[in-house]
């Protein structure tokens, strides 16, 4: 299943679940002093899960443009040498502002991945984690999806309570993991905690999925206070979900990046090889293509501070990498092309701003 049509079955099975569509935000987040960019879907809605601010709908689905270089989410400098840290990506997100809580929750995101006429992962692939104290979410696992309690495991703060910044809306959440190893016919073995968290570190499982439910504002002093109506974010990367649709054990691999890939070889004169140690260089190239592309469009610009400063610490890390490859002429601009190519029918600003973005690149 392409990119293209994840986005799509996303958003049609949360519309027809009475979810308004509502449209990616910038990247520059409105009036938040506390974020560099918008680092997840649910930045958008921060005044709507405090309570500042009423919308004429109490549930929404997005998929939300993500930059993570800069700030306390920063992967910038992982770009290249892992096969899932990215400067861009895409969340998908649905959320209830106050309407449904854990158990529609749960229920909406089992059948989505699970039903043959959306994602259609089998279920026997797939585990689940909840916060360790979250004894009602390992119950509606088991209820709603059916999960046995030995591929349910309850984690720490550290891996299953999610907040957006040091301050703000934040609560326990529930990942849903996938296992890249599975083959059909094949039993799920039996894991104890310690075996599924050293393999999911490893790699052979793959967190595709992130039901973060929101019950509390954290003040800066740490304090936890609870928010007018427990809500619900959720958070599902579409570079992983179409990497596992497709196949693919690497993200780099899947379609939202090898049209840039194909695009830096000809550009260097020799094809992408997964397994040649300049293999990174390509993937810091395609990725960086991405983020600038659309920081471009969003209307931040290369300076010396602020965003400004990180959209130019990616632009030079990307000319680096294309100089190691050999390539002394300008690179990123043919490859940004490829990026308003493929994704300027989502995000029309892309296409809108294109001239810009090829001559700053």
Known sequence: MRSADIRRKFVAYFVERGHREVPSSSLVP???????????GMVQFKRTFLGQERRDYVRAVTVQKCVRAGGKHNDLEQVGLTRRHHT?????????FGDYFKRDAIAFAWEFVTGPAWLGIPPERLRVTVHHTDDEARRLWREVAGLPDDRIYGLGDKDNFWQMGD????GPCSEIYVDLEWRPGMAPPALAQDEFERLAEEGRFLE????????????ADGTLAPLPKPSVDTGAGLERIAAVLQGEDDNFHADTFRPLLDRVGTLVGRPYDRAAPERVSYRVLADHARAVAFLLADGVYPSNEGRGYVLRRILRRAVRHAWLLGRREPTLAPLTEVVVAEMGDAYPELRARAGFIRDVT
């Open 30 to 40: 409105a009036d938040d002093p506390t974020l560099l960019f918008t680092n997840s």
């Open 88 to 96: 861009f990506f895409e969340m998908l997100g649905n959320f209830s």
């Open 167 to 170: 301050t703000g809306p934040c």
């Open 208 to 219: 595709i999925w992130n039901l973060v439910f929101m019950q509390f504002d954290r003040s």
